[in-house]
């Protein structure tokens, strides 16, 4: 079901779906058609209630002038899971939202348990820059995006009308959100203050962010676990869904306390 809803003066949309424990999925830089997949498969065991709201500014979505950051990001969604009076949310982000769920981490929310991080970007790591794709043709963000480039490549050419108008909102919004760099300079050394349960997962294939910028995420939180996916890329959720079910179910199924 897709509801609207004012957070804080911020109109949203959410895609809110299935029953049990919430997940707060949050999408990254191609959007919420990236993710929404991935939600139906995670809803459907029919034990976990998963919330997918779309970056305001995306999809065709009203962005309000002052939200310009991540951190923005972060603080508008700690506050919607206050609105909606949710507790022991798991928050799992790809790309542009693992690093939302990492600045959401260092909020400390008392109603989220965990955090997953699945191929973020937002740190800076020497000697692994993240892929420049704003300088990418779609073909060579796909190339770099994906293990099988072949099968999953979109051309924006094929998509509908009404979805080709929304893309450059997208990408707009992606610039504004993360920068240039898509990266914060500071981030890599507040993630020590992270204290809830982290899982950082990474595609084996990813171009855009290598595994080892992957690595140094997870090295940068206390007591946070890293996993790799063979077989996929920087959106693991598209080329290998069942293997990142398998690991966001046995996450959550773990017993959930911050850390000293």
Known sequence: MTTSLTVHDVP????????GRPVLLL????GPATVQPWADRLAASHDVRVLTPVHPGFAGTPR?????SIRDLAALYTALLEQ?????VTVVGNSLGGWTAAEMALLASERCTGHVIVDGVGIEVPGHP?????SLTPAEVAARSFADPATYFVDPASLPQSVRDTLPGNRAAL???GGPSMSDATLLDRLSDARSQVLVVWGEADRICHPDYGRAYADAIPGAAFSLIPEAGHL????????LTTLVRDFLARPQARTA
């Open 130 to 134: 993240i892929a420049d794709f704003f």
């Open 175 to 177: 610039a504004l959100y």
């Open 64 to 68: 309000p002038a002052p939200l310009t």
């Open 84 to 88: 909606l009076d949710l507790r022991e």
């Open 27 to 30: 999408h990254g830089g191609g």
């Open 12 to 19: 949203l949309t959410l895609n809110d779906q299935g029953t």
């Open 236 to 243: 693991p959720q598209i080329e290998r869904p069942e293997h």
